[in-house]
């Protein structure tokens, strides 16, 4: 079966510190990549997609993430995180079979 | 647009009860999905639909059923309740060409707890 797997399950920061979550999945042909956040008390909203072309994606609120073919990955980063950021990250995964396969969650803490 | 709205947002149940959670989109999407959130585990498909009266099982769909008669509902239905369908359940709809997925766009989830 096909899998997600995010690195970190709770990631603990300082506001200005840099971010990186690993998210690695199982191969199994062409790939649509999606990270996407959830804050706290609310829905999940995307952050950033990718489908092809350049393997550097940029989304919303600085984040961007690599898309490495060779290593089956698809990590997030952000140069300076705020308090803001304080939320759950899931990296998520379609194999162009209609359905969308998360990781478990990486919960990030950014104190003040 | 009121983008993906699901009812109730709380919801108590005993066990073997059976009830019903609603989901509707305005935004003309053929693809609809319902989602359970647990601890440590991420988001689990139960269900999914490319259209209209075109339903399909996901991950973990033991225990619902679900039914698409139009565009814009796509409800879940528990059977039987048991404890361990104690969850947050989220709603989801996109367009989809060929099986690839777009940005799915969640509604603001159902908290279930059974008894």
């Known amino acids: 079966a096909q899998s997600v797997s995010q690195h970190n399950h709770h990631v603990i920061l300082s506001e200005a510190a840099s971010l990186e979550l690993g998210c690695n999945y199982s191969?199994?042909?062409?790939?649509?990549l999606f990270w996407y956040v959830q804050y706290p008390g609310q829905h999940l909203q995307l952050l950033l997609k990718y489908f092809s072309g350049d393997p550097l994606v940029k989304g919303i609120k600085g984040f961007e993430a690599e898309f490495i073919k060779s290593k089956f990955s698809f990590n997030l980063r952000k140069p300076s995180v705020q308090w803001s950021d304080t939320a759950e990250y899931f990296c998520a995964v379609n194999w162009n079979d209609y359905k969308l396969s998360f990781g478990a969650g990486t919960t990030v803490t950014v104190r003040a | 647009n009121a983008g993906v709205t699901q009812t109730p947002k709380f919801q108590v149940l005993k066990t073997g009860q059976s009830m019903t959670l609603q989901c509707a989109q305005d935004m003309n999407h053929e693809y609809m999905s319902w989602y359970r959130q647990d601890p440590g585990m991420g988001l689990r498909l139960i269900h999914y639909?490319?259209?209209?009266?075109?339903?399909d099982q996901g991950e973990v769909p033991n225990g619902y059923n679900v039914s698409r008669s139009t565009t814009e509902d796509f409800p879940l239905r528990l059977l039987s309740a048991a404890p361990s369908q104690t969850s947050v359940y989220f709603c989801?709809?996109?367009?989809?060409?060929?099986?690839?997925?777009?940005?799915?766009?969640f509604g603001p989830g159902t908290r279930l707890t059974v008894t």
């Open positions: 639909s490319v259209g209209a009266g075109i339903t």
């Open positions: 191969y199994g042909g062409t790939v649509n």
């Open positions: 989801a709809s996109s367009y989809s060409i060929g099986g690839r997925l777009y940005e799915q766009y």
